[in-house]
C-alpha cells in the first residue's frame, strides 16, 4: 500500500484555512496514487479547546464530512482527528473513511494531556478501536497515547498490523516522539504511521518529524520541521515475517504479568 502523511502548520481557530490546506493536500496525495492519506490531530481547529463546543460535530458532519468527501473524491483512505460531540461532550476524535467515504472505524482519545488543559475542555474517548482495510488491520491512536504501550499492545494482540498515529507533539520532546515511535513497532512488531504537525501556536512550538516506521523498527519515512506531505510504499506482509524471526507473543508469559497495576 502507498501512504501518505499530510504534515502541516494547523492554524488555530481557522477551520476554513485548515481545510484548504487538507485540500490541497489530499490532491497532491492522489496524483501520487496515494492508498491511505493521514492528517495530524485536531487538524480542523487546532487546540483552541476553549471553544472546543463552536467546533464539535457529528461524524457525518462538519469537518468529518469533508474527510468524507475528499475520501471518496479521491478514491483513497483518510485518517484524522477533530472535535466531536458525539460522546454527549467535546472529544478528540478520530475517523479513518474508505475510498468510497464510508466511516471504516471512528476513535475518540482514551489519554488526555493535562498539560495543555485537555482534561479541562474534554472527555476521554470509552474504548480503544481497530480498523479493517483492504491491506489490514489498523489500532488506532492520538497523540499522548502513544505513551501509554498497554494501549498498542492490546491492538497487537487482537491483531494489528500497524497503528495510525495523529499527533500534535510539541518540543522540547522531539527525542521522545521517535524514541516512542521506534520502540511501539519494535515491541509489537507492527507498523507505525504516525502524522504531527509543525508550526506554533501560543508559544508551543510543534516538532514534526511525522514518519513511517516498520515492524523491525526500521525508518521507512521521516519529515523534517517544515510542512510536507510525505508518501512511502509498505507491504503490511512484512508483519508477519518479522514475527516469525524473533516469536515475541509465542514466548509471552501472561500467567507471570499483573496487567491490572
Not at 85 to 94: L, Q, V
Request: glycine residues 8%; proline residues 5%.
Amino acid at each position: 500500500m502507498r501512504v501518505s502523511i499530510g504534515q502541516f502548520d494547523v492554524k488555530r481557530g481557522e477551520p476554513e484555512a485548515n481545510l484548504a490546506t487538507v485540500e490541497a493536500l489530499a490532491a497532491e496525495a492522489a496524483a501520487r496514487h496515494t492508498d491511505l492519506l493521514v492528517l495530524p490531530e485536531l487538524w480542523g481547529s487546532g487546540y483552541d479547546l476553549e471553544h472546543a463546543e463552536r467546533y464539535a460535530t457529528g461524524l457525518d458532519s462538519g469537518l468529518f464530512a469533508e474527510m468524507a468527501r475528499l475520501a471518496a473524491a479521491h478514491r483513497f483512505f483518510v485518517y484524522g482527528s477533530l472535535l466531536s460531540n458525539i460522546h454527549g461532550r467535546p472529544t478528540n476524535t478520530a475517523a479513518l473513511f474508505d475510498a468510497e467515504g464510508h466511516l471504516v472505524a471512528e476513535y475518540s482519545k482514551l489519554h488526555l494531556f493535562r498539560l495543555m488543559d485537555e482534561h479541562r475542555w474534554l472527555a476521554p474517548g470509552p474504548r480503544p478501536a481497530l480498523a479493517e482495510t483492504p491491506w489490514g488491520l489498523f489500532g488506532l491512536a492520538i497523540c499522548y497515547d502513544l505513551r501509554f504501550p498497554e494501549l498498542f499492545r492490546r491492538y497487537a494482540l487482537e491483531g494489528a498490523h500497524g497503528f495510525l498515529i495523529a499527533a500534535q507533539w510539541p518540543h522540547p520532546r522531539l527525542a521522545h516522539w521517535r524514541t516512542l515511535l521506534r520502540a511501539r513497532a519494535i515491541e509489537n512488531q507492527a507498523f507505525v504511521i504516525a502524522c504531527n504537525r509543525v508550526g506554533e501556536t501560543d508559544g508551543t512550538t510543534f516538532c514534526g518529524h511525522s514518519a513511517i516506521i516498520d515492524p523491525w523498527g526500521n525508518i521507512v519515512a521521516e519529515a523534517g520541521e517544515t510542512p510536507i506531505l510525505l508518501t512511502a510504499d509498505i507491504s503490511l506482509d512484512e508483519v508477519a515475517r518479522v514475527r516469525r524471526t524473533i516469536p515475541v507473543f509465542e514466548d509471552r508469559r501472561p500467567d507471570a504479568y499483573n496487567t491490572s497495576q
